[in-house]
Every structure is written in C-alpha cells, then in structure tokens.
C-alpha cells in the first residue's frame, strides 16, 4: 500500500511528465505565424519579426511574421478572429484597430471586445509630426508648419497609417487647434506614407516616433513634435506639442497581442508566458530601442482592462471633434 508521500510523488511527477509531453508537442507540432496589418519596415512589422524569432523553438518549432495589410489594420485583426483558436495565429495590433475604429466606422468586420482574446501588451510609444523637403528649411516648429499650411492651403496636408487612428487625429487636433484646414491622406501603414513624405509629394507626417529615425539621421525628414506629456527619451531635443501650446495634448499608445476568441486559457497563459519572457531579454529590449520603442509587458486581463480604457477616452475624443464615422 502506498504511504501519502509516495502517493504525492509519484502524482508530482506524472503531472512533471504530463505538462513536459504538452510542451514537447506545442514545440514539435505547432506551427505559429504573428498577424500584423500594416507594411514591412514599420515599428509594428519591426516588434513582430523580433517576438516570432525569439519565439521560434520555444513556444512553437517554427514562428514567422505575416503582413495582412489595408483597411487600415482591419484586415488582420478579421483574419485572426477568423482563424481557428488553437494558438497557432496571433495578432500583433496597435490599440487603434481595436479601441478606436469602433467609434470610427459604422461597420467592422470584427468585434474587438468579443472576437479576440487579449494575451499582452507588447510595446510603447509615442507619436511625431515629421516634414519633409516639400517644407522649406525655415520652419523650425509647429507654429511656423501652421504658418506656411495657411500661406499654402493646396499643399497643406499630411499622411498617417491609416483613417481613424491615433495619427489621423492627432494631425485633425493639431490643425484644428490652429484653425489650418490640414487635409488628411491615409496610407496602408507610416511607412508607404514616409516614402511619400521624403520624396516631397505630401507635405507631412503623424506616425510612430521611431519610424522615421532612419530618415531623420539621413536629413531627409525633420520632427517638429512629439504627442507625449513628456519628451520622447530618444529623441530629448524634440519638444512636445504640449510645450509647444496644444496644451491637452497628452497621446501615446501600445502595440498588443490578441489571439481569436475561443482560445484556451491554458494557450492564452502559454503564449503570455512567452512573450513576458521575449520582453524581459535583455538584447530584444536594446532592440526596441533602436526603434524608440520601450517594452510592454502585461497580463492578459490588464491588457484587455487597458483596451476598455482607451476604447472609453477615444470615444469621448471622437464625439468632441464630431468626426462622422465612415463605412
């Protein structure tokens, strides 16, 4: 007859193997791919590849990054809600897609509270107004870019990486608050809309921070602004739009990931186990920061607690600039 301590180790280390046999399968069997809606060689494309390279052997035998772009990020997110929720599709998402878009557009092909599962938060980081050779060399500030967009009106404009985002409307506020009528053009990702910046066809740029630094050291864009309360650490010469008089300008976000609804709490922990490991390794956050980026490391019910709170104060933003929600 066994005694109670045999009984609770020879329990201890069934459970041992059972867990180890479930985490050789996830790693011999599993296939993963990491979702992202917008263009390659963004700061969303650019933390995707890094997680599924550190994920690889890991969490599952082979992880790779796919682009699912345009409708400005909608299209992965219906994709991974469509997906079959065995863990093997991710989502790698700014909160724009899913906090604000509901009060953006009429319709969506997703729900962003029921049709996807939040796993961790990923990244943070703030935005910036970029020019480009369009502008002439004597606008220093945003002051002086409102100056020359009212001397301007035909050429007064400025790209994001798609309609209805944080980008739109932070550039919507800055000519509102100006009273420039400062006409949007939405991209499929900040980068299509740099491409277009340094070239000299549209006059400006709101997007992620550290997508334009590889521009910005090569002269061929300049930063006016950051959206911050506080100045961007990797950019410290950059003043905010607060300093600059927009002074409720306070506007950062986070990149996020989500897995299709129906997943297991066991894959949702797995996966989040992953990623806060992925995080906390010290080479992927000198990564990030080549990218402006700092690491974001959440459980999956603080994520989906911080989806609530930006969904609340993006709608409350959205009703007081009276933008008419698209179809």
Known sequence: MLTRRQFVQIATLSMGTYFQSLQAQAIKSENAKIIVG???????????????EKLNGHYANNVVCENKTGAGGQIAVQFVKNAVADGSTILLTPMSMLGI???TYKKLPYDSLLDIVAVSGAAKFDYALAIGPQVPDSVKNIADFMSWCKANPKLANFGSPASGSSPHFIGHLIGKSSDVDLRHIAYRGTQ???????SGQIAAVVGPT???????????????????????PFTPNIPTLKEQGFK?????EWYGFFLPAGSSKETIQRLNTQIQAVL????FVNGLAVSYLTPYPTTPNELAQELKNDSA???????????????
């Open 313 to 327: 104060k993006w709608k409350k933003i959205v009703a007081e600039i009276g933008f008419t929600p698209e179809d």
């Open 192 to 198: 299509p809309a740099i491409l277009e910046l340094i």
């Open 101 to 103: 878009y509901p009060h």
């Open 248 to 252: 409720d300008f306070n506007f950062s």
């Open 280 to 283: 906390n390794d010290k080479d």
């Open 210 to 232: 550290g997508e334009f630094t590889q521009y910005t050291k090569s002269g061929k864009c300049r930063l006016l602004g950051t959206s911050d309360s506080q100045r961007n």
């Open 38 to 52: 917008f263009a390659p060689g963004g700061t969303a494309d650019i933390v995707a590849r890094r997680v599924s």
